[in-house]
């Protein structure tokens, strides 16, 4: 048997591995692919309900009699404010279902609203007091948040009673029952009450958290990325900070979360809680990742402009700052918006910082206590109620929506400004 | 006046120094005696106007909390200074509320300390707003002096600038000094009251029983076997996960994939890196751990709900790329030559990877597997949101473990005293975490870069 | 007849730059000249071919890099292919075993045959086919393994020893062939880059004929070591001539000279002439070839 025999007798065989290795490989990119798929599917699924809420209709009446305020009684802040909305939220109720006597089934009716309903009524005469007159007043106000579930997605939690069950039947039937959208998920901060939560605070911790550390880490960063690129003598030092880069840009965020709350709160005893410190942790976090492209940006700037204009009789300094920084700009610019990204994803460092507090408060500045967008979805994760889960969900979506956009002006800083030589 | 105010006095003085600068520089100008351009001058005067007084400024800003809080305790009458320091800390909170809320209060003791803080806090800022006024003011009298244009203003602005750049580059040394020494620090107080042969080798970890009077510093209730036990339980799930299918999709994508395939997956393979990791926290704390505790009670099996096999696979889900991108990279260093001469002599595809390409790559894939361990060791959210919170020393995939980084976040979220051994067994935590990830990474960064230069 | 092949598998990172060189380099004459009407002089056809190649093209997406290129390589002759840099002459030798297939872009018309079995016919199978055409490389590749598992990768894949010894045996007589073996013998498990240049290509000869391949294709295979090293390899081609047919790429005319029998000059993509070795240097036909020789350019 020669050799060209023996080789075709194990051909058979061998492309068999070899379709198997293939299809290991195939079947590897799909798992990734399906987790993704899973993942995305299965948020996105979770917060739909989260942009609809229910609103149940009431009829109010708010003519002076029964508001028990004289007609000679100005209308100013103070004396609309003493009005007793709660008990008319409830009569209104009350009016509905005339038949119920029992204080107990009272008691379930008046649950059927969130809890909030008098402050919306509230808010609602006092910027508008003509609407004390004759007419009653036709108010959709929110529902509860169990009830809103069970409107919503049929589907009954422990909590809903038979008899709860039965005067959302009746509303259904006289129509005083309705989806809209949920605005207040983006106009309230958090709340104990799911229909009364949104996300307008976490998202202004946000932004006053990345925007502390966006001024702190590119200025910084850029500084470093200059400096080691441009000006570092080869020595020991220099090695030892490049070590040290790239050791940072692994070590685990907690730690920097341990680090802030040893030095910048214990030390230096900066306020918990607030954005100044966010940024001030999540910019030590973000400096290597930004030095480190911003680096990659320098370097890719031919040496040969470097040289025009040194021949010119330009300073080293001069040359640096005056045409490889700008030409190198979009670069460290993409570096710099991941990195942002990076921040705005990040959790585990604010908690220990304490981020991690239930604030109501939407913060107007880096020095006001606050809480982020990742944060606020680790807290409302944690809640016991079920609607809590999809809001979580649909506060997932936005953060997404927003790592989104920044990785697509990365990509379109990069294809558009990016020189290649 | 307030620092908002203080900083636009000084930016409106470091103005005016530009302008006298220049202008100073301009007469000499005429007579040809200037080293360097008019406007170097001036933005020379501007500097030594502006930085030392910006950096007093910084400087009080960050002392002065702290100064103002000894001027409280100062103020206060003997009789409540010596009392213990819980009521003390009272005494000082109900103080510092009073402050931020600008009332007054009926209490005379708190309102004399109210007034005297106050008086501290403007007499601080009369005497900063003078220092500043003042450090400005002599920016620009020099200026103005003969001896301006006798130095040479872009080397000076330069060596200003070059200092300000090596102070960059210098954060990152003063990062990892600060990590170390709070860390260490912290950990040191920690280990004299529990000694660190218990926290390293004792197998009870209870740091919520601890903290009780009559069992305070009781040994045992440390013993951080359990957390390690389960964070490599967790990491070794997970990378079992991204190991084989990160490096499995990485050799297909780099060397099956057409062209059009590769350029749709690869970043599609790379958003999985880009969901922050609350995300999957959420994710394996609300579908993932229920479903698999379904899917083993459907079998008989009885599962934790808040299994480490959760946590793990989608810890292992977001390393993933981590993996593949890195494999990537080490993959395609291997010259071209290596596949031509493996394919040249009649291998096929798959024998050329599996025993030249791999091999060859081999130290570059350990190098990124010792990354992905760091990262999974280190990661927070995923197992604070659906790993367990009681430490429990098993191997059972199925059962709940904690971890060092849910151990680190229980401990120090939520108010408590900062000095309690629960607070600083958070640190001694972190420094273990630390020092593990940090081995890790330096061994795993020369790995990788002995690599590189093997085929450079 | 005309095949197509475009092969399946992508090459992804680092695509065999040269036959890109010669491409460009050809684009400037597809213009100025007529290809089909240019035909090779001298004896490109011979009797009995062990390869025969007949009016193949090949390209690279748009860009032809071979013309209409028809050649005979002979029963254990040595042909050097020569020509100056670009000319196609690397491509035209990584047609004869396929090795193009992992290049994406690349298409290939024509017919070659090996002992009159079209080697881009279906049923050809392109790991049988590379089994029988071996291929030393331009720059010593080998792989990162003991010299030993060098040489025994190749009957390892294919299967060619049933035994440890038999695989020693094969191991042995392959560095024996290749005249290494007296020089590595004391270390057969030291890695194999850990040699000399010169050595490192002869363990790569050594690997190629430890499957004992028909044909042997050598891609200027002592362009990058010194003169002494280069001597050793050339000898060595002589002395294989014995067992295998060898076409070898060279950019040195003396070593075309000194080690082959017939030449092929390759210009521009086109076979120009092709002969004796001797005839070609001491009386060429072309006044192409001619230029190349006396050094006009090239």
């Not at chain 3, 695509?15 to 060189?21: D, G, Q, S």
Request: charged content about 15%.
């Amino acid at each position: 048997m020669n050799n060209t025999d023996k080789v075709k007798q194990s051909l058979k065989k061998r492309y068999a591995k070899e379709k198997r290795f293939q299809l290991y490989g195939k079947i590897a990119v799909m798992t990734g692919f399906v987790f993704l798929g899973l993942l995305l599917l299965d948020i996105i699924t979770k917060a739909i309900p989260a942009f609809q809420s229910t609103e149940i209709l009431l009829e109010i009446p708010l003519d002076r009699h029964t508001l028990e305020l004289s007609s000679n009684i100005a209308l100013n802040e103070d004396t609309l404010s003493a009005i007793d909305y709660a008990g008319l939220v409830k009569k209104s109720m009350r009016q509905k279902f005339p038949d119920i006597k029992k204080r107990k089934d009272k008691k379930q009716l008046y649950k059927l609203i969130s809890s909030g309903a008098e402050f919306d009524l509230r808010d609602m005469v006092i910027s508008k007091p003509e609407l004390i007159s004759t007419t009653p007043l036709l108010i959709w106000v929110k529902a509860d948040d169990d009830i809103d579930t069970f409107f919503k997605l049929q589907t009954r939690t422990s909590r809903v009673t038979d008899k709860q069950a039965e005067f959302v039947e009746q509303l259904i039937l006289q129509d005083q029952i309705r989806t809209s959208f949920n605005t207040t998920f983006f106009t309230a901060s958090d709340s104990r009450e799911p229909e009364q939560a949104g996300i307008k605070g976490a998202l202004l911790g946000s932004f006053w958290t990345l925007l502390v550390t966006l001024f702190l880490s590119l200025p910084i960063g850029i500084g470093a990325a200059v400096y080691l690129e441009e000006f570092a003598p080869q020595n020991k030092l220099t090695d030892f900070i490049e070590i040290n880069i790239n050791n940072l840009a692994a070590v685990p965020s907690i730690v920097f979360g341990l680090l802030g709350l040893a030095v910048f709160i214990n030390f230096f005893g900066m306020p918990r809680s607030v954005p100044l410190v966010g940024g001030l942790v999540l910019s030590l976090m973000t400096l290597p990742t930004i030095i480190i492209s911003s680096r990659a940006a320098i370097k890719s700037v031919p040496p040969s402009i470097k040289e025009a204009a040194l021949g010119l009789g330009a300073s080293h300094m001069q040359t640096v700052f005056h045409h490889v920084l700008p030409l190198a700009m979009p670069g460290i610019l993409t570096g710099a918006i991941i990195g942002m990204a990076q921040a705005l994803g990040e959790t585990a460092p604010l908690l220990m910082i304490g981020m991690v507090a239930f604030i109501v408060d939407i913060p107007g500045g880096v020095v006001d206590s606050a809480t982020v967008l990742p944060v606020q979805i680790y807290l409302w994760s944690d809640s016991p109620e079920r609607a809590f889960t999809a809001l979580t969900a649909a506060t997932i979506l936005v953060l997404l929506a927003f790592l989104a956009v920044m990785n697509m002006l990365a990509i379109f800083l990069r294809k558009h400004f990016e020189r290649r030589w | 006046m307030n620092s908002s105010a203080l900083f636009l006095l000084i930016t409106g003085l470091s103005l005016i120094a530009y302008f006298t600068g220049r202008r100073q520089a301009f007469s000499h100008a005429l007579q040809g005696k200037l080293k360097a351009l008019p406007k170097h001058y001036g933005i020379l005067t501007a500097m030594w106007s502006g930085i030392p007084a910006l950096l007093l400024m910084l400087m009080w800003i960050m002392l002065q909390p702290s100064y103002l809080h000894q001027q409280i305790l100062h103020s206060l009458p003997d009789s409540i200074a010596n009392q213990s320091s819980d009521t003390l800390e009272l005494y000082i909170n109900n103080i510092n509320l009073a402050i931020a809320d600008g009332s007054d209060i009926d209490d005379p003791i708190i309102q004399k300390a109210i007034n005297g803080y106050r008086q501290a806090e403007n007499n601080s800022r009369y005497l900063l707003t003078g220092l500043v006024f003042l450090l400005s003011l002599s920016g620009i009298i020099f200026g103005l002096t003969k001896k301006l244009i006798n130095i040479h203003a872009r080397i000076s602005i330069e060596r200003a600038v070059k200092g300000f750049l090596v102070l960059c580059s210098g954060v990152a040394i003063v990062t990892t000094v600060g990590i170390v020494l709070s860390v260490l620090f912290e950990a040191l107080r920690f280990f004299e009251s529990i000694s660190f042969f218990d926290f390293m080798f004792g197998t009870n970890w209870s740091p919520q029983t601890a903290i009780r009077d009559d069992q305070a510093g009781s040994s045992g209730s440390f013993g951080a076997i359990p957390l390690f036990v389960g964070t490599m339980l967790i990491s070794a799930i997970a990378m079992m996960i991204a190991v084989p299918v990160g490096l499995l999709s990485a050799i297909y994508l780099s060397e099956y994939a057409t062209a059009r395939f590769r350029t749709i997956a690869k970043p599609t393979l790379e958003l999985l890196a880009g969901i922050p990791t609350v995300v999957y926290g959420f994710f394996a704390a609300l579908s993932v751990a229920p479903f698999i505790r379904e899917a083993g009670e459907s079998i008989g099996l009885s599962v934790a709900s808040e299994s480490a096999l959760a946590a793990g696979i989608v810890m292992g889900v977001m390393i993933i790329p981590f993996v593949s991108s890195l494999s990537d990279d080490v993959i395609s260093a291997v010259p071209q030559s290596m596949r031509d001469g493996s394919l040249g002599l009649g291998a096929t595809k798959s024998e050329t990877i599996k025993q030249v390409i791999i091999p060859a790559a081999l130290p570059g894939i350990v190098g990124g597997v010792l990354l992905a361990a760091s990262r999974a060791i280190g990661e927070t959210m995923i197992v604070v949101m659906a790993a367990g919170l009681a430490a429990k020393l098993t191997a059972n995939p199925l059962d709940a473990v904690t971890t060092v980084t849910v151990q680190i976040v229980t401990l120090l979220t939520g108010d408590q005293e900062f000095d309690s051994p629960k607070t600083l067994a958070a640190f001694a935590l972190g420094l273990m975490l630390f020092a593990t990830t940090l081995i890790l990474n330096v061994i795993a960064l020369h790995i990788v870069r002995k690599y590189r230069e093997q085929y450079e | 007849m005309s095949i197509n092949t475009s092969a399946k598998i992508s090459q992804p990172f680092q695509a065999n730059t040269e036959p890109m060189l010669e491409e460009t380099s050809n684009k400037a004459t597809t213009k100025s000249s007529d290809n089909k009407s240019d035909i090779t002089i001298g004896e490109n056809i011979i009797e009995n071919p062990k390869f025969s190649t007949r009016n193949v093209d090949v390209f690279y997406d748009d860009k032809q890099a071979i013309f209409n290129a028809s050649l005979d390589i002979g029963r254990n002759e040595v042909i050097a292919l020569i020509g100056p840099s670009g000319c196609g002459k690397s491509t035209f030798l990584r047609t004869l075993n396929r090795m193009n297939d992992t290049i994406p872009s690349c298409r290939i018309s024509g017919e070659i045959t090996l002992d009159g079995e079209n080697i881009y016919d279906k049923k050809m199978d392109p790991v049988l086919l590379r089994a029988r055409v071996g291929m030393v490389f331009q720059k010593a590749n080998p792989f990162p393994k003991s010299i030993y598992d060098n040489v025994a990768y190749g009957p390892r894949l294919h299967g060619l020893a049933r035994t440890n010894s038999e695989l020693d045996e094969i191991v042995i007589t392959s560095l024996e062939k290749a005249g290494l073996f007296n020089e590595v013998k004391d270390r057969l498990t030291a890695p194999g880059t850990g040699l000399s240049g010169g050595q490192q290509q002869r363990l790569c000869i050594a690997r190629t004929i430890s499957v004992s391949p028909e044909v042997i294709l050598m891609d200027e295979p002592a362009s990058a070591l010194d003169p002494i090293a280069t001597a050793i390899i050339e000898e060595l081609i002589d002395e294989l001539r014995v067992n295998f047919t060898i076409a070898i790429v060279t950019h040195s005319m003396q070593q075309a000279a000194r080690v082959s029998q017939r030449t092929a000059y390759f210009h521009m993509g086109k076979i120009i002439e092709v002969g004796n070795t001797s005839q070609i240097f001491t009386n060429p036909r072309h006044q192409l070839t001619e230029n190349y020789i006396t050094g006009k350019f090239g």
